[in-house]
């Protein structure tokens, strides 16, 4: 008779297999946890990052007003505002024709009556061009600007939601901004320099507006941001959680994180190449519009938080990809953290006599835990506020690497005093004793 299975044998000899098998399972399925955790971060990063950018953007009434503040100063946009306003008044306000009328009774002569009408036309638009640019320059358009940007930013809430009311409305596939407000302004200032033809010319309301972008599938983004907008502020909290639970089912967790800073590099990438199409996308949509030369630096200045966060995926991806590459089994990064905690635990062996080698006694058994605190506060750090950016990185890491230097400085003042023989009581001299 043969043998029966000699994984389903007893005796000592014949059990290593099972063991071995049994051992091997569930190392298999944290593998298998850690690639589908890895996978399902990688595909949700770059709409985490979109859907995080937007929900903040749009929602947050202070973050709104921030991004778009500095586009006051910007002389683009002033000069599609100013364009906008002058063609609006002088369009119902037709300087030349009144002219005529004033003078018609005193100059007969229709020659010299044209030749003084056109200049003093002329200027009489120019100063009305003046005055809205010098408006458009000053403090109270400047409060202005803040005013209307936060009942925008409440518009575009509303036109997400269906509500057409607002300063920012839908007209046919147009996204447009009313400028009425601005156009009173400058009609006071105009009636305080004594122009008083354009205090009673009413203006219409599609003289009043800005073509903002065309917007055909409005329809789609109102599902879209419907369905997104209660889960947008989490996805990139939870995106975060499948990356660190990729790192901690890792079996070779310094090749996971070489991984991870890769596929977060990846996409930085990829949000630079939807930011790029998009921008031209949304010029070529505005050419041809009053905003049209305006269009590139409100696309550029309304996305620089989005931006700024691609940049910080980017540098992050490239810092993990290094310190993976470091604490892996390779000869270099061996030779680098060998040389690196040596030196540092040598500094701290120097310290153990000192009230640093107290400290360090309870450092040194609890230094993992420790170490992972210090990466979590540097996370803390670089996400307060919600205003992330390339400086907070750096700073970020140079918190993170300061304070794991002190870590491991502590944990070689621990060793060395907890090596360190004790110090003998002093002994009686003898014959002094009575």
């Known amino acids: 008779m043969s043998d029966p299975d000699p994984t389903l044998s007893s005796g000592p000899e014949r059990s290593v297999p099972v063991e071995a098998s ?243 590099a990846a996409n930085a990438l990829l949000v630079a190449l939807a930011l790029a199409v998009g921008r031209q996308l949304f010029i070529d949509a505005l050419s041809g519009t009053k905003f049209g030369p305006a269009s590139a630096v409100f696309y550029d200045t309304l996305l620089a938080y989005l931006d700024r966060g691609r940049q910080v995926f980017l540098w992050l991806g490239l810092i993990l990809v290094v310190v993976g590459w470091f604490a892996g089994p390779n000869r270099y990064g061996t030779a680098v953290r060998t040389a690196v905690s040596g030196g540092l635990e040598s500094i701290g062996g120097a310290l153990a006599d000192s009230p640093v080698g107290d400290v360090g006694r309870w450092v040194a058994p609890n230094a993992r835990w420790l170490r992972v605190a210090v990466g979590l506060l540097g996370v803390v750090v670089l996400l307060w506020g919600n205003d992330i950016s390339p400086s907070r990185l750096f700073w970020s890491l140079v918190l993170v690497v300061g304070l794991l230097a002190v870590v491991q400085v502590l944990v070689g003042a621990g060793r060395a005093a907890v090596a360190a023989p004790p110090i003998p009581p002093a002994q009686a001299v003898p014959g002094t004793a009575k």
Do not use: H
Request: proline share 5%.
């Open 22 to 264: 049994a051992a091997a399972r569930p190392s298999r399925g944290r593998s298998v946890a850690a690639v589908v955790c890895l996978v399902l971060a990688t595909l949700l990063t770059t709409p985490a990052a979109i859907a995080y950018w937007g929900q903040r953007t749009l929602n947050d009434t202070t973050r709104y007003v921030n991004t778009v503040g500095p586009l006051v100063d910007s002389p683009e946009v002033q000069n599609a505002i100013a364009t906008t306003v002058t063609d609006a008044i002088e369009k119902q306000v037709d300087i030349e024709a009144i002219l005529n009328d004033v003078f018609a009774g005193v100059i007969t002569d229709r020659p010299r009556l044209q030749r003084l009408v056109g200049p003093l036309s002329a200027s009489i638009n120019g100063l009305i061009d003046r005055q809205v640019r010098e408006f458009l320059a000053s403090d109270e358009f400047a409060d202005l600007w803040i005013a209307v940007n936060t009942r925008v930013q409440q518009s575009l809430q509303r036109l997400l939601t269906g509500d057409q009311s607002g300063a920012v409305s839908l007209q046919g596939d147009q996204v447009v901004l009313d400028v009425s407000e601005v156009i009173e302004r400058v009609k006071q200032r105009l009636v305080d320099r004594g122009l008083t033809v354009v205090q009673n010319v009413p203006i219409p309301n599609i003289d009043k507006q800005i073509v903002l972008m065309e917007a055909p599938e409005l329809a789609k983004l109102r599902t879209i941001y419907a369905f997104a907008n209660p889960l947008a502020q989490w996805m990139l909290v939870a995106v975060a959680g499948l990356y660190l639970a990729a790192l901690l089912l890792a079996r070779r967790r310094p090749r996971m994180t070489v991984i991870i800073g890769a596929v977060l």
